[in-house]
């Protein structure tokens, strides 16, 4: 029982759940805008349970391609970082950098990381400290290059591309990125020239299992919020003719 009153009180009382339930008594108690108040609570109760974030996510994470080629190196695509953290990358850009890392051991590859950022130190100098730190800790030995100038994907591919250039790389990659992502991703990769295999990590999506996936929580609707982003993301290419 306690642990039912528990669970109860974590959707109900804490964000989103509580917001869902104050837009619900808005349109009680409010003499103007109840039709508004009660869309909002219905689209915030259905963005943040599980069946309907992964109705959003499943198309994106679905997708994969492989051309018949043999990779040369390893791209893994930024996702953000905390410089005041020991290991500097957040929890995504974390997955993508270790699965890089695995992919690249395993083949034997260049491990190449793009990520750039406004911060005072850019992403790709925090990650190298990561990259540093986890290879001489495991005392693995692994080419690796740093892109540093890219502020968005389709800058992270361009960039690349550039320096697959200097490198004097053939374009033809293992690519990295979460889940999620991947779709958007591969599309500018392609548009610059790169011949791909997606390796995606940390996916969101995940299967019904009981009746608390019916409550609201922040993780289905940060799930949502990534999902719609990426939808925004493909409809820009969309506009701009890339595909």
Known sequence: ????????????????????????????????????????????????????????????????????????????????????????????AFKREIYGLLLAKKHNLPFVFTGGGIGKTTEAENVKKDINLITSTCNCKIKTYFEDKSLNTLQNA??????????????????????YHMKRSYILFKHFGFKIITKPVGFYSKEVENIWDFFPNMRNLNASYKAIHEY????????????
């Open 1 to 92: 029982m306690f642990y039912i009153i528990s669970k109860l009180f974590t959707y109900l009382f804490l964000p989103p759940g509580i917001f869902i339930i104050i837009l619900l008594l808005a349109t009680f108690f409010a003499k103007r805008f109840k039709i508004f108040f009660l869309l909002s609570a219905v689209s915030l109760y259905l963005l943040s349970i599980t069946p309907i974030s992964n109705l959003l996510l499943k198309p994106l994470e679905n997708f994969s391609h492989k051309d018949n080629i043999k990779p040369v190196a390893v791209v893994v695509l930024g996702g953000g970082t905390n410089p005041k953290d020991i290991l500097k990358a957040y929890p995504d």
């Open 158 to 179: 361009l960039f690349t591309a550039f320096l697959f250039k200097k490198l004097n790389l053939q374009k033809k990659i293992f690519l990295v990125t979460s889940a």
């Open 232 to 243: 925004f993301g493909l409809l820009s290419l969309a506009i701009k003719r890339i595909k």
